[in-house]
């Protein structure tokens, strides 16, 4: 399939051309062609599948098509009106105030990736006014950009509470409702806060959400706020991740850990990496002792001030850093194509987020090496992730550096059970357990 049999405007196809695009990803060529034809949608759509063109480009179609209207309006009514006589109809009226299109997204990080898509894809549509309203930044700028006229505005749901409440954000224009990573936003708390903000658009709206879960909470949230949507799985949590070589080293303690991670990160295949840890504090501290070793490296996590965190970004971009030290929340939504390693330094919370970590590699057809660096505590952890992704994670060792311990008695050798046929990961309670055994048994569950 091409673009151009989507029926896109030229506008954009030469946005996505100057992009290197050459045809539509899965989720796109799914989920396109019913959001032009005002379907709602629910998708569920792996992280670096090209999810954000899928909405980006059917709310920049909306906004292309009412420029047209606007200007076959004022053609329309004379050249009186167009040389400025009589009732002028300008984007700047009450009647236009707030965005034709809102995006909500759970993190800083991911909020800019939006923007930043919207701005690439849009970037030949004339006049296109993106606003991007986060939490942990001054207000100033954002009331400036929620005063004047707006195209497409992309928040956290936090940040555009406040902004609602104190009236400076009215939403009653909103012609299209995206909600991105809807699960994230949930397990985040914002349930209230994204009912309050649907709330204010108008009933009529098109809403899609995208979510890699709709079971539970989220699937009751769609039921609410969605009209007969189109359900769209475009690829299984992992399928996806061909490009991304997946490794698990076991680690006798935290010492060899250390060996293992300072052996990686000598590799010469090695051009960027982001360690992942569990707690904000890890990372710093395992930042401060790369940065010993000589590495260039930085942290990054939520508990930084957001000026701290564009400017650790833009350090990975411009390949100022090579190494970064992140938690899962702060990572989100990273996208830069020369991370050619994620390691896993400390395990996630919960198996989903081991998906989007190794989606931070294998970005736009690159290859990706995703390593988990466990101790036998974490085998537990280990197994839901692979029961999670349905895939086993081939067991590697370095030379030199094998462990000394044997490798944890596994659940490893029973077939790994597919998850069923819905992508939402089973509560921990539920979590596959080999009969009349129980993973105490195979190792003490993480202390965190
Ligand atoms: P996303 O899943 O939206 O985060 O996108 C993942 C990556 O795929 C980003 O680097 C996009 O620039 C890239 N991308 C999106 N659509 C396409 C496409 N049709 N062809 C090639 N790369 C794409």
């Known amino acids: 399939m091409s673009f151009e049999s989507l029926n896109l405007n030229e506008v954009l196809t030469r946005a996505l051309s100057a992009a290197g695009y050459t045809e539509p990803t899965e989720v796109q060529a799914s989920a396109i062609p019913a959001a032009l034809a005002g379907k709602d949608l629910m998708v569920s759509s792996r992280t670096g599948s090209g999810k954000t063109a899928s909405f980006v480009l059917p709310a920049l179609t909306r906004i292309l098509a009412q420029r047209e209207q606007a200007a076959a309006e004022r053609k329309a009514s004379g050249p009186a009106n167009a040389q400025g006589n009589g009732p002028r109809v300008t984007p700047f009226s009450n009647a236009t105030r707030g965005p034709r299109i809102l995006v909500l997204a759970p993190t800083r990080e991911l909020a800019m990736q939006v923007s930043k898509a919207a701005s690439d894809y849009g970037r030949f549509v004339p006049g296109l006014r993106v606003a991007t309203v986060v939490g942990g930044v001054p207000y100033g700028a954002q009331l400036a950009a929620l005063r004047g006229p707006l195209d497409i505005l992309i928040a956290t749901p936090g940040r555009l509470i406040d ?3 104190s009236g400076k954000c009215q939403l009653g224009n909103v012609e299209m409702l995206v909600l991105d990573e809807a699960d994230r936003m949930l397990d985040m708390g914002f349930i209230d806060d994204i009912r309050l903000i649907v709330d204010a658009t108008p009933k009529q709206r098109q809403t899609a959400m995208y979510s890699a879960t709709f079971s539970g909470t989220v699937g009751r949230l769609a039921a609410d706020l969605l009209r007969d949507p189109l359900r769209i799985e475009a690829s299984s949590q992992t399928e996806g991740h061909a490009d991304i070589e997946q490794r698990l080293h076991w680690a006798d303690d935290f010492e060899h850990k250390n060996a293992l991670l300072d052996h990686i990160l000598t590799e010469r295949s090695m051009e960027q ?10 990372a710093d501290w395992l930042a401060d002792r790369l940065h010993d070793m000589g590495h260039s490296v930085a942290s990054l996590h939520g508990g930084m001030p957001q000026g701290r965190r564009t400017r650790v970004l833009q350090g990975l971009r411009s390949k100022h850093l090579r190494v970064l030290v992140a938690t899962d929340v702060a990572a989100r ?4 194509p020369s991370i050619s390693h994620v390691i896993n330094y400390g395990l996630p919370m919960k198996e989903e ?3 989007h970590r190794i989606g931070r590699t294998g970005r736009a057809g690159r290859a990706g090496l995703a390593v988990t660096l466990a101790e036998r505590r974490d085998s537990g952890m280990m197994h839901r992730i692979q029961r999670y992704t349905t895939q086993r994670i081939p067991v590697a060792t370095i030379e030199g550096l094998e462990p000394k311990r044997s490798e944890p008695p596994k659940p490893f050798d029973r077939p790994v059970r597919p998850a069923g046929k819905s992508f939402g990961p089973r ?20 202390a965190r």
């Open 163 to 165: 902004h609602l409440g």
């Open 273 to 282: 990496a982001v360690v992942f840890t569990s707690t904000q504090r890890d």
């Open 333 to 336: 939504g990273i996208d830069v």
């Open 353 to 355: 987020d081991y998906v």
């Open 427 to 446: 509560p921990a309670g539920k979590a596959f357990k080999p009969a009349g055994k129980t993973f105490s048994k195979a190792g003490p569950r993480p």
